[in-house]
Nanobody, 123 residues
Framework: QVQLVESGGGLVQAGGSLRLSCAAS????????MGWFRQAPGKEREFVSA????????YYADSVKGRFTISRDNAKNTVYLQMNSLKPEDTAVYYC????????????????WGQGTQVTVSS
């Protein structure tokens, strides 16, 4: 089992920044690819970003490319999502997820999920 706990969400004005963290425990963190997903009210969960086990490969949804940066610190068992130039349409609950070894963009391919953290961007 892998336990994931997100933090860092909150209320921010459009144009502002937030950094989300996801702390992992339970298994060897560096064996897992990590992803960030989000779900806005009334909408389906969508892929935001993912990173491979080493941090050497990163992936982004087109909607966040150039504004968000994913990174990980395997020594701290933590993955981060730096979010800059936030827009009201970024408002959602953000979830981190873990998948054994291989990066994926589909949420259904991830094995473990956190409880989510709310991000609200005001206009």
């Amino acid at each position: 089992q892998v336990q994931l706990v997100e933090s860092g969400g909150g209320l921010v004005q459009a144009g502002g920044s937030l950094r989300l963290s996801c702390a992992a425990s339970g298994r060897t963190f560096s064996n897992y690819a990590m992803g960030w997903f989000r779900q806005a009210p009334g909408k389906e969960r969508e892929f935001v970003s993912a990173i491979n086990w080493s941090g050497g490969n990163t992936y982004y949804a087109d909607s966040v490319k150039g504004r968000f940066t994913i990174s990980r610190d395997n020594a701290k068992n933590t993955v981060y999502l730096q979010m800059n130039s936030l827009k009201p349409e970024d408002t959602a609950v953000y979830y981190c997820a873990a998948r054994w070894m291989i990066v994926a963009r589909l949420g259904g391919e991830y094995d473990y999920w956190g409880q989510g953290t709310q991000v609200t961007v005001s206009s």
